[in-house]
T-cell receptor
Framework: AQTVTQSQPEMSVQEAETVTLSCTYDTSESDYYLFWYKQPPSRQMILVIRQEAYKQQNATENRFSVNFQKAAKSFSLKISDSQLGDAAMYFC???????????FGTGTSLTVIP | DTGVSQDPRHKITKRGQNVTFRCDPISEHNRLYWYRQTLGQGPEFLTYFQNEAQLEKSRLLSDRFSAERPKGSFSTLEIQRTEQGDSAMYLCAAGRLYEQYFGPGTRLTVT
């Protein structure tokens, strides 16, 4: 089974600063999808950003961008101009193009300091 | 609003009792997933439906767990003879293709 590793259980960032969350994954497949999800305290999980493995260009969504390194099997999330509302658990997830399961990491808890 | 609702939001039950959870996605979401999430962990895949067909089940899903999705609309997850180890958040997600939108979850506490 594929594994997704988030090596930073907790991170903190000053408001308006930039923070990068790390994610690595293990797979033998060449075609897959990677995701970052945000889970605010006591609220439901929402999709932040998605990356298709066949695309070389890194995905961006407003203040959120990824650094996708396919050879290194690395998929980091950069949050620019951090806001108080960015405080949440962030989960990295993997889905094969041929399978149906999503595999999640253990999450990174992000604190935004005013 | 992700268009996925779950009921109930909280359930407290005694060990040995049966519980059933419901998930209601919007009609366009033909794919539906159930996950279990314990404190400090990411969601763990339990099962997957495409329309009404249950296409995948995790090895985590013991024979005490059963899920249905009649007519490809809402889905139910039943746990029989609950154990304390079943205490967790049960998440439903739905979508099309490779996307998934999560519901708010049902928090189960087994006493």
């Amino acid at each position: 089974a594929q594994t997704v590793t988030q090596s930073q259980p907790e991170m903190s960032v000053q408001e308006a600063e930039t923070v990068t969350l790390s994610c690595t994954y293990d797979t033998s497949e060449s075609d897959y999808y990677l995701f970052w999800y945000k889970q605010p305290p006591s609220r439901q999980m929402i999709l932040v950003i998605r990356q298709e493995a066949y695309k070389q260009q890194n995905a961006t969504e407003n203040r959120f961008s990824v650094n996708f390194q396919k050879a290194a099997k690395s998929f980091s999330l950069k949050i620019s101009d951090s806001q108080l509302g960015d405080a949440a658990m962030y989960f990295c997830a993997y889905r094969s193009n041929t399978g149906n399961q999503f595999y999640f990491g253990t999450g990174t808890s992000l604190t935004v300091i005013p | 609003d992700t268009g996925v609702s779950q009921d109930p939001r909280h359930k407290i039950t005694k060990r040995g009792q049966n519980v059933t959870f419901r998930c209601d996605p919007i009609s366009e979401h033909n794919r539906l997933y159930w996950y279990r999430q314990t404190l400090g962990q990411g969601p763990e895949f339990l099962t997957y439906f495409q329309n009404e067909a249950q296409l995948e089940k995790s090895r985590l899903l013991s024979d005490r767990f059963s899920a249905e999705r009649p007519k490809g609309s809402f889905s139910t997850l039943e746990i029989q003879r609950t154990e304390q180890g079943d205490s967790a958040m049960y998440l439903c997600a739905a979508g099309r293709l490779y996307e998934q939108y999560f519901g708010p979850g049902t928090r189960l506490t087994v006493t």
